[in-house]
């Protein structure tokens, strides 16, 4: 059973560290998604991949947060200097190539709070 | 640009109760519509979609949601409720393109014995 993978699953770090979330998409996804899940705003897009190339990244507070794909198996978030606000959940999805890419397929999140 | 209007933050129902979860689109072009479950601590999983095949779409764990192009409603129904269909539920729209989902809010639901 194919699933998306992120790690670390908790993190609990101090205001101005550097955060860093990992996700490995299903093998064979083009696609990968990354969301945010607060109380207040709900679930928001921070940015997608097609191909490694990233395609959109408007929700992306753009002097801190950064996301990039080494390469196809792995798509990372990094969070530098990380503030209180920045404490929510952060969901990575990826979506196939070909029939169904409008389906999306979510990690457990990775949990952040930032003291 | 597209909108989704989850109606109702907190449903509850008794177990063996009917489910009706209400979502409301705005879309400028033909919608991609999705509901999504969370469980406590875990990510979101697939419930159904619609892609413009038949309006009334059957997903799984005994639920289905009918487009309503008419109302710009996909509503999730389930006929009987089970304890452990207690979660949060999302509506999503997104396009043929494949490219980011606007959820809604959430919806949770809860169920009693």
């Known amino acids: 059973d194919a699933r998306v993978t992120q790690t670390p699953r908790h993190k609990v770090t101090e205001m101005g560290q550097e955060v860093t979330m990992r996700c490995q998409p299903i093998l064979g996804h083009n696609t990968v998604f990354w969301y945010r899940q607060t109380m207040m705003q709900g679930l928001e897009l921070l940015a997608y991949?097609?191909?490694?190339?990233?395609?959109?990244d408007s929700g992306m507070p753009k002097d801190r947060f950064s996301a990039e794909m080494p390469d196809a198996t792995l798509a990372t978030l990094k969070i530098q200097p990380s503030e209180p606000r920045d404490s929510a959940v952060y969901f990575c999805?990826?979506?196939?190539?070909?029939?169904?890419?409008?389906?999306?397929?979510f990690g457990p999140g990775t949990r952040l709070t930032v003291l | 640009a597209q909108s989704v209007t989850q109606l109702g933050s907190h449903v509850s129902v008794s177990e063996g109760a009917l489910v009706l979860l209400r979502c409301n689109y705005s879309?400028?072009?033909?919608?991609?519509l999705f509901w999504y479950v969370q469980y406590p601590n875990q990510g979101l999983q697939l419930l159904l979609k619609?892609?413009?095949?038949?309006?009334l779409v059957k997903g799984i764990n005994g639920f289905e949601a009918e487009f309503k192009k008419s109302e710009t409603s996909f509503h999730l129904t389930k006929p009987s409720a089970h304890m452990s269909d207690a979660a949060e539920y999302f509506c999503a729209v997104g396009n043929q393109a494949g490219t980011a989902l606007i959820f809604g809010k959430g919806t949770t639901l809860s169920v009693s014995s």
């Open positions: 999805a990826s979506g196939p190539q070909g029939t169904n890419t409008d389906t999306q397929y």
């Open positions: 619609y892609t413009s095949a038949a309006t």
């Open positions: 879309s400028s072009v033909p919608p991609y």
């Open positions: 991949f097609r191909n490694r190339a990233p395609l959109d």
